[in-house]
T-cell receptor, first 114, second 113 residues
Framework: DTGVSQDPRHKITKRGQNVTFRCDPISEHNRLYWYRQTLGQGPEFLTYFQNEAQLEKSRLLSDRFSAERPKGSFSTLEIQRTEQGDSAMYLC????????????FGSGTQLSVL | GENVEQHPSTLSVQEGDSAVIKCTYSDSASNYFPWYKQELGKGPQLIIDIRSNVGEKKDQRIAVTLNKTAKHFSLHITETQPEDSAVYFCAAGSPGGSYIPTFGRGTSLIVHP
């Protein structure tokens, strides 16, 4: 395992459809973050997990968004009833508490809602 | 919550020149300041970081300085090369407990050969 893996890399969907993204963190990392990035902006925090517990959620995360991390390994981010404003790059990052707080990011999933 | 401002949004330099990117933060509790480089089609990658008990840190051609009193920190790249062209992000936060770094809006660095 050489890094954080995200799937798919690109997703095109029609408005109103549901989409799900997957993130596989670095195997020994216990924290997993989801960020959203739009063109010309920095990553914006959505939510994070420590092991399987979802510890924080941003106010940006509407009730159409849900994230899970069963068994504290991979995570999924689901967006229901997608809107054009959901078009963005969705980034996943992982880190390990106890040593340092360095976040390692995946390459992201680029979502386009038509 | 934390607010991070980053300037400039775009920086164009000639190969071999130095580049400086500046960030300010609002939360005096923040004590960890990483910098990330994002190349096209990739996620941000950590290039250097600094903690509040240190005023400056260097790693080959890159250095970061921190002024806690003024709540600003800067990234310095010397002898720039075309492969330094990318978007750079600063971030701020306080590790321990619930650590959620807040990012700046990014600086697009263009190094002309």
């Amino acid at each position: 395992d050489t890094g954080v893996s995200q799937d798919p890399r690109h997703k095109i969907t029609k408005r109103g459809q549901n989409v799900t993204f997957r993130c596989d963190p670095i195997s020994e990392h216990n924290r997993l973050y989801w960020y959203r990035q739009t063109l010309g902006q920095g990553p914006e925090f959505l939510t994070y997990f420590q092991n399987e517990a979802q510890l924080e959620k941003s106010r940006l995360l509407s009730d159409r968004f849900s994230a899970e991390r069963p068994k504290g390994s991979f995570s999924t981010l689901e967006i229901q009833r997608t809107e054009q404003g959901d078009s963005a790059m969705y980034l996943c990052a992982s880190s390990y508490t106890g040593t340092n707080e360095k976040l390692f990011f995946g390459s992201g999933t680029q979502l386009s809602v038509l | 919550g934390e607010n991070v401002e980053q300037h400039p949004s775009t920086l164009s330099v000639q190969e071999g020149d130095s580049a400086v990117i500046k960030c300010t933060y609002s939360d005096s509790a923040s004590n960890y300041f990483p910098w990330y480089k994002q190349e096209l089609g990739k996620g941000p990658q950590l290039i250097i970081d600094i903690r509040s008990n240190v005023g400056e840190k260097k790693d080959q051609r890159i250095a970061v300085t921190l002024n806690k009193t003024a709540k600003h920190f800067s990234l310095h790249i010397t002898e720039t090369q075309p492969e330094d062209s990318a978007v750079y992000f600063c971030a701020a936060g306080s590790p321990g407990g619930s650590y959620i770094p807040t990012f700046g809006r990014g600086t697009s660095l263009i190094v002309h050969p």
